[in-house]
């Protein structure tokens, strides 16, 4: 569930209404606030103990109806939970009877907790966006940023230099697109994987369904790889690269701190997508990534990471889905300088006494050659500090 509301909550316009019990509802929409520091709206039908024995639709009905009337969204999009789930209620026949009453669209994703884990959640929510999709009118240079959740400067960044490249951004699946912006998403002359997990298997689904080719580069973390994503985007479109001079400029400035951080050792916590694309970046800053503990992988994890690692000479020890305790007693053993992560490890970070450096969530740039100097200035400030 956590995976389906967190893409559904970045389109604009979508309202989620969870059909299920209080406690999914408080928990998921504290734990998004937190992470993003920013209001979050979801809707639940509360479902109770007489909901679970006697059926709950009458109730689901109206919410959907209220929800349209007093928010007036372009999409409600009802999840089911485990609760739901369990006891069958029709929700498909519930959105099909009320649904020409309304002004929003609606549709369901089934988000039941036992289904699967957060990643099969943003592939459930994307492969149900799909289906929303009209028959394709390609544009020429044009992408689709597939697998990307996460807004602020980042995708702005992003943004920035594909239309510096003349390259048109046709939707993003799911950071900031509107309900057209979806359906339009199969006019794309290429989309591009941002996430590791979950953006290959709907790239390779939009491809059979619209014949839309599709690349999964290292995420623009890092000089090297910004510059190869965006050379890669190009090559794909036929069209010229034209970062020659930022990317000179953000070698020359990187160079400034190779000789204060070259030889700090690091841990880092991240998802399969960003965890390959720093330990390049790293490299690149003569650091020595250690331990790498990945939250998911994807298909091509394991090839890309150890691609990564023979390149730039590493040994590292690669731990998978792996519980806090492992974490720490490795990390205990190899005595890192600095952890690389996001939130959740924070009480890592006290517990080894060593600074942490939020590279997940923080509102500060960390993609493109811009984002690039901003982790090196802001890891050698961190390391002067400590």
Same mark, same amino acid.
């Given at each position: 569930?956590?995976?389906?509301?967190?893409?559904?909550?970045?389109?604009?316009?979508?309202?989620?209404?969870?059909?299920?019990?209080?406690?999914?509802?408080?928990?998921?929409?504290?734990?998004?606030?937190?992470?993003?520091?920013?209001?979050?709206?979801?809707?639940? *039908? &509360?479902?109770?103990?007489?909901?679970?024995?006697?059926?709950?639709?009458?109730?689901?009905?109206?919410?959907?109806? #209220?929800?349209?009337?007093?928010?007036?969204?372009?999409?409600?999009?009802?999840? *089911?939970?485990?609760?739901?789930?369990? !006891?069958?209620?029709?929700?498909?026949?519930?959105?099909?009877?009320?649904?020409?009453?309304?002004?929003?669209?609606?549709?369901?994703?089934?988000?039941?907790?036992?289904?699967?884990?957060?990643?099969?959640?943003?592939?459930?929510?994307?492969?149900?966006?799909?289906?929303?999709?009209?028959?394709?009118?390609?544009?020429?240079?044009?992408?689709?940023?597939?697998?990307?959740?996460?807004?602020?400067?980042?995708?702005?960044?992003?943004?920035?230099?594909?239309?510096?490249? @003349?390259?048109?951004?046709?939707?993003?699946?799911?950071? @900031?697109?509107?309900?057209?912006?979806?359906?339009?998403?199969?006019?794309?002359?290429?989309?591009?994987?941002?996430?590791? $997990?979950?953006?290959?298997?709907?790239?390779?689904?939009?491809?059979?369904?619209?014949?839309?080719?599709?690349?999964?580069?290292?995420?623009?973390?890092?000089?090297?790889?910004?510059?190869?994503?965006?050379?890669?985007?190009?090559? $794909?479109?036929?069209?010229?690269?034209?970062?020659?001079?930022? &990317?000179?400029?953000?070698?020359?400035?990187?160079?400034?701190?190779?000789?204060?951080?070259?030889?700090?050792?690091?841990?880092?916590?991240?998802? $399969?997508?960003?965890?390959?694309?720093?330990?390049?970046?790293?490299?690149?800053?003569?650091?020595?990534?250690?331990?790498?503990?990945? #939250?998911?992988? @994807?298909?091509?994890?394991?090839?890309?990471?150890?691609?990564?690692?023979?390149?730039?000479?590493?040994?590292? !020890?690669?731990?998978?889905?792996? &519980?806090?305790?492992?974490?720490?007693?490795?990390?205990?053993?190899?005595?890192?300088?600095?952890?690389?992560?996001?939130?959740?490890?924070?009480?890592?970070?006290?517990?080894?006494?060593?600074?942490?450096? #939020?590279?997940?969530? $923080?509102?500060?740039?960390?993609?493109?050659?811009?984002?690039?100097?901003?982790?090196?200035?802001?890891?050698?400030?961190?390391?002067?500090?400590?």
């Amino acid at each position: 569930m956590f995976g389906v509301v967190r893409a559904v909550i970045g389109i604009e316009g979508a309202l989620p209404l969870i059909h299920g019990p209080s406690g999914c509802f408080y928990h998921i929409k504290y734990l998004l606030s937190l992470r993003s520091s920013r209001y979050i709206q979801i809707l639940t *039908t &509360e479902m109770d103990q007489n909901d679970v024995v006697f059926g709950a639709e009458e109730k689901l009905s109206q919410r959907i109806k #209220d929800a349209d009337k007093k928010y007036s969204p372009q999409l409600i999009v009802v999840l *089911t939970s485990c609760a739901s789930s369990i !006891i069958g209620e029709n929700v498909s026949k519930i959105i099909d009877d009320v649904k020409d009453d309304l002004n929003a669209d609606v549709i369901c994703i089934n988000s039941g907790g036992f289904e699967g884990n957060q990643i099969e959640g943003y592939k459930e929510c994307l492969s149900v966006l799909v289906g929303l999709m009209d028959e394709p009118q390609v544009k020429e240079g044009s992408i689709n940023l597939v697998g990307q959740y996460r807004g602020g400067p980042d995708l702005k960044n992003i943004k920035n230099y594909l239309e510096r490249l @003349g390259i048109y951004l046709n939707s993003v699946l799911t950071s @900031g697109s509107t309900l057209q912006e979806i359906k339009n998403a199969s006019n794309a002359a290429l989309n591009v994987s941002m996430c590791e $997990a979950s953006g290959v298997s709907t790239c390779e689904l939009m491809k059979k369904k619209f014949g839309t080719p599709f690349i999964q580069e290292v995420l623009p973390l890092g000089v090297r790889n910004t510059s190869n994503y965006f050379q890669q985007i190009c090559k $794909a479109l036929n069209k010229d690269y034209t970062l020659i001079k930022d &990317e000179n400029e953000a070698k020359n400035e990187i160079n400034k701190y190779n000789r204060f951080l070259n030889g700090n050792k690091v841990l880092i916590v991240a998802g $399969a997508t960003r965890a390959i694309a720093l330990v390049d970046f790293l490299s690149e800053l003569g650091m020595q990534p250690i331990l790498i503990c990945l #939250d998911f992988e @994807g298909i091509c994890t394991d090839y890309k990471l150890r691609k990564v690692v023979k390149r730039n000479n590493l040994n590292p !020890i690669i731990l998978k889905e792996p &519980e806090y305790p492992d974490i720490l007693k490795y990390a205990k053993d190899l005595k890192p300088d600095i952890i690389l992560g996001g939130m959740a490890e924070i009480g890592l970070s006290k517990e080894l006494k060593i600074p942490l450096i #939020d590279v997940m969530h $923080a509102q500060k740039v960390t993609l493109g050659f811009n984002g690039a100097i901003e982790i090196a200035k802001n890891i050698k400030e961190t390391l002067k500090d400590n």
